[in-house]
């Protein structure tokens, strides 16, 4: 395992379809982060999940964002009704629970681009 | 509203030269400031800094977090062409920093 994995790696959509991202992370992290990042700004937090449990979700998770972590490893954050503003990169991010140095570990992200 | 502000936006110097990137915050529950480096891909982690004043160094990288200005310094010595970058400053909030508000970064570029 040599990392936060995410796919897809790009997806280009047209406004009103739905679309799933999915992250793999490091195998022995229980926190699971998603973040959004749009051209010259930094990342934005949109949820956590520490095992299976959503703990806290931004106000910007609107409606039509969904993310779930089912059994504890993966992660999946669907987007209902794409608009043009969803177009972003989105980053997963993972931690163990115990780490005392506050590191998260970002996955490459998965760039969307709504047409 | 949390805020945390990075400066100088962007800067280009040349390599050898020295830099001091800055990061002023204004949050309601501060636990720790973090630091990370983004090239074309995800951030990679630098440094996180929770107590005022003492300095953290990983090679030609230091920085130091100062509480009462609320804010702290990322510095770079003797930079080098890879060290061009996006930095990004982060400051965590709760138990384990669950949630980070980011800057908007400071895009660095070094000139060969």
């Known amino acids: 395992d040599t990392g936060v994995s995410q796919n897809p790696r790009h997806k280009i959509t047209k406004r009103g379809q739905n679309v799933t991202f999915r992250c793999d992370p490091i195998?022995?992290?229980?926190?699971l982060y998603w973040y959004r990042q749009t051209l010259g700004q930094g990342p934005e937090f949109l949820t956590y999940?520490?095992?299976?449990?959503?703990?806290?979700k931004s106000r910007l998770l609107s409606d039509r964002f969904s993310a779930e972590r089912p059994k504890g490893s993966f992660s999946t954050l669907e987007i209902q009704r794409t608009e043009q503003g969803d177009s972003a990169m989105y980053l997963c991010a993972s931690r163990a629970f115990s780490s005392n140095t506050g590191e998260l570990f970002f996955g490459e992200g998965s760039r969307l681009t709504v047409l | 509203e949390d805020k945390v502000v990075q400066s100088p936006l962007s800067l280009v110097v040349h390599e050898g030269d020295t830099v001091t990137l800055n990061c002023s915050y204004e949050?309601?529950?501060?636990?720790?400031l973090l630091w990370y480096k983004q090239e074309k891909k995800a951030p990679t982690f630098l440094f996180m800094l929770t107590s005022s004043g003492i300095e953290k160094k990983s090679g030609r990288l230091s920085s130091i977090l100062d509480k009462k200005e609320l804010s702290s310094i990322l510095n770079i010595t003797a930079t080098q062409t890879g060290d061009s970058a996006i930095y990004l400053c982060?400051?965590?909030?709760?138990?384990?920093?669950?949630?980070?508000?980011f800057g908007t970064g400071t895009r660095l570029t070094i000139i060969p």
């Open positions: 949050v309601t529950n501060f636990r720790s």
């Open positions: 982060a400051v965590g909030e709760g138990f384990g920093n669950e949630k980070l508000t």
């Open positions: 999940f520490q095992n299976e449990a959503q703990l806290e």
């Open positions: 195998s022995e992290h229980n926190r």
